[in-house]
């Protein structure tokens, strides 16, 4: 499995803090009006809305603070002025980044954006420059144990999975728009929990880095993804094991 596969699924292994939960709380809320202004407020119709949900509930948010990010996206107030936009940057050693961002000031965050690229020695790119190298695709990750791998993908390809890869524990399966539900379903009824299921920009091709370009790659990722308005990052970095090592224990 490729490097950046590895970083993501380190992520999502690592707890939330409670210093960060209510930042946290905010992103979910703003992906959770977004799904809603742009399908509708109804989960069961809304693919999107019905994962922010589970997402929002696995992270132990409220109930109160999920209906109320439902109705501010339909019911007017703070919801109305809130925006998804996409940007794409170069990290150090050139790997391609994406972001996406929800934000009530467009001005604002792309000035911020610009100042994170730059300290961190990378650079905000034009749009179009990097999105060619990503194709979006439902994701689903889980953790394996150790000879449970190939029976839970052939589960999933059964189901639709236009491919699973295998590492560490950890299993992907990755599918079309329009199987994503259906495998995400077949795999729960197998009675499997993913640690995270979605549609994301996954690379068509990675970018090797060295050590040092790796951390330096790494650590302009999270600073990303601690700014307020920035909903989710993608990278096609391709980070060496010992430095994701040493960034899972961080």
Same mark, same amino acid.
């Given at each position: 499995m490729a490097g950046h596969s590895k970083w993501a699924n380190i992520k999502h292994g690592k707890a939330i803090v409670d210093a960060k939960r209510s930042a946290v709380f905010t992103k979910l809320s703003r992906e959770i &009006?977004?799904? *809603?202004? #742009?399908?509708?407020?109804?989960?069961?119709?809304? !693919?999107? @809305?019905?994962?922010?949900?589970?997402?929002?509930?696995?992270?132990?948010?409220?109930?109160?603070? &999920?209906?109320? *990010?439902? #109705?501010?996206?339909?019911?007017?107030?703070?919801? !109305?002025? @809130?925006?998804?936009?996409?940007?794409e940057g170069y990290a150090p050693g050139g790997a391609a980044v994406i972001l996406t961002v929800v934000t009530d000031n467009r001005t604002?965050?792309?000035?911020?954006?610009?100042?994170?690229?730059?300290?961190?020695?990378g650079r905000l790119g034009e749009a179009g420059s990097v999105a060619w190298q990503f194709e979006s695709k439902g994701v689903i990750a889980l953790e394996v144990d150790s000879g449970k791998g190939e029976e839970i993908a052939l589960t999933a390809i059964?189901?639709?999975?236009?491919?699973?890869k295998e590492d560490g524990g950890w299993l992907?399966?990755?599918?079309?728009?329009?199987?994503?539900?259906?495998?995400?379903?077949?795999?729960?009824?197998?009675?499997l929990?993913?640690?995270?299921?979605?549609i994301s920009l996954v690379p068509k091709a990675m970018t090797p880095l060295d050590d040092k370009a790796?951390?330096?790659?790494?650590?302009?990722?999270d600073k990303l993804e601690e700014m307020d308005d920035v909903q989710k990052v993608y990278s096609n970095g391709d980070f060496p094991d010992a430095v994701l090592e040493r960034y899972r224990a961080a």
């Amino acid at each position: 499995m490729a490097g950046h596969s590895k970083w993501a699924n380190i992520k999502h292994g690592k707890a939330i803090v409670d210093a960060k939960r209510s930042a946290v709380f905010t992103k979910l809320s703003r992906e959770i &009006i977004v799904a *809603a202004k #742009q399908g509708g407020p109804n989960p069961d119709g809304n !693919v999107r @809305l019905r994962l922010a949900i589970e997402k929002a509930r696995d992270s132990n948010m409220p109930r109160d603070n &999920i209906d109320r *990010a439902i #109705q501010r996206a339909t019911g007017g107030g703070e919801g !109305v002025h @809130l925006e998804e936009i996409t940007y794409e940057g170069y990290a150090p050693g050139g790997a391609a980044v994406i972001l996406t961002v929800v934000t009530d000031n467009r001005t604002r965050v792309v000035g911020e954006l610009r100042n994170v690229f730059s300290r961190a020695g990378g650079r905000l790119g034009e749009a179009g420059s990097v999105a060619w190298q990503f194709e979006s695709k439902g994701v689903i990750a889980l953790e394996v144990d150790s000879g449970k791998g190939e029976e839970i993908a052939l589960t999933a390809i059964d189901a639709g999975a236009e491919d699973v890869k295998e590492d560490g524990g950890w299993l992907e399966v990755y599918t079309s728009h329009d199987n994503f539900d259906r495998v995400r379903k077949a795999l729960e009824a197998a009675g499997l929990k993913p640690k995270s299921a979605e549609i994301s920009l996954v690379p068509k091709a990675m970018t090797p880095l060295d050590d040092k370009a790796a951390e330096q790659t790494l650590k302009l990722l999270d600073k990303l993804e601690e700014m307020d308005d920035v909903q989710k990052v993608y990278s096609n970095g391709d980070f060496p094991d010992a430095v994701l090592e040493r960034y899972r224990a961080a």
